[in-house]
């Protein structure tokens, strides 16, 4: 889900959880047709690749709604959901942009909250779903340079699902997400005692069954320079160059994909036909004592390098790619190489893999060596 701003001379896109930048939209008469114009993206910049994402609740009367949840009279989630001046804001940040010359090439970032749209706004997301016949969730309504940090943006998006009306309305993994964030603002002991997400699996926990709780049909994307390249969960693997091109219906810039090779699809039946007890088979030990669980996408698109295939009788081969997940702290596509002709390995931080026995680093626990003097003049008698 991406929305976009024109302020002026710039024009700004935010994508959810993806990437945001700025750009100029130029127009230009048609000869043939002077009422019409082409539209042409220029001065792309980058701003950042999304990093993190943190949540807050701020409760008209605090004080009073943990006495209220202390004494057990208000259950949390009532207390979330149905308190009147609740507010939840999201705070998104974008790191890792182009380097900007004017703050000695130091990397452009954003910072984005997102807020509940009012009533003004959401009338603007009608206004667009009856116009172009789409269903905007969100919608960015500015960004600012920080006016005294050269190349830091601070952005603002509004959507209808943070307002409290329509809090019911968020599924059940994203309330247990904002109720995490309670635990600076209610008693610690209160939260520990109705919150359970830092439960440990041991090692009979199917690493498979959580990906797939975690990753569900999600896309996990990431751009390198020209090339991009998106990860599918049990689906396919795929490296693509897109474009931007503008909708002339809706003047809008969109994404046009010009190239794309598919590097593996899942195979499901050398992936799934084993039992749990053999997941530990398919994991792969590092140096620094981390884990990553493996798991192969064959049957890729031809590729026909013959100048780098070593074997002259091979005319070509099928890409394939070897996917490697494990703990980290954000669900992101960490980093893509080729290793081999036409083969490459993917590296995925999954966060609820840091729960996983198998995946726990092992301790090592420090020794005191004490040293004494030796006294030669000693007689053993």
Known sequence: MCSQVH???WSYEWCHKKTMRQFHVAAEAQKDNPGMFNYNIESVIKLGRFKSENSSIQFQDLTNINKKVQAGVVPVMEVMMKSMGTQVKLTQTFEGGDKCVDAGNRRRSVTTDIRCCSAEEQQMLVDQELEHGDNPKARLLSVDEHPTQLCRYTATVCTPLLCSDDMIQINQREIEDIVETLEDQL???????????????????????LLSSTLGEKCLLKNE????????????????HADTVIDPLTNTAKLKVETEHFL??????????????EEIQHMEQFKSGNAAFVVEYVGGDMCDNSEEIKDKSIKSIARATTVKFSCGKTLELKRVNEDS????????TVPDLCRHALFVAPVVKEQVIKCLPVVHDMVLE
Request: net charge negative; proline share 2%.
């Open 264 to 277: 593996g699809i899942y195979n499901s039946t050398a992936s799934d036909d084993y039992p749990t007890s």
């Open 187 to 209: 008693d610690e002991s209160v939260t520990k005692a109705t919150m359970t997400t830092n439960t440990l699996f041991d090692a009979n926990t199917s690493i498979r069954a």
């Open 341 to 348: 002709t036409c083969h490459y390995v993917l590296h995925v």
């Open 225 to 240: 320079g020209w090339w991009s390249y998106e990860i599918c969960h049990t689906k396919n693997i795929r490296q693509f």
């Open 7 to 9: 302020q002026g001379y």
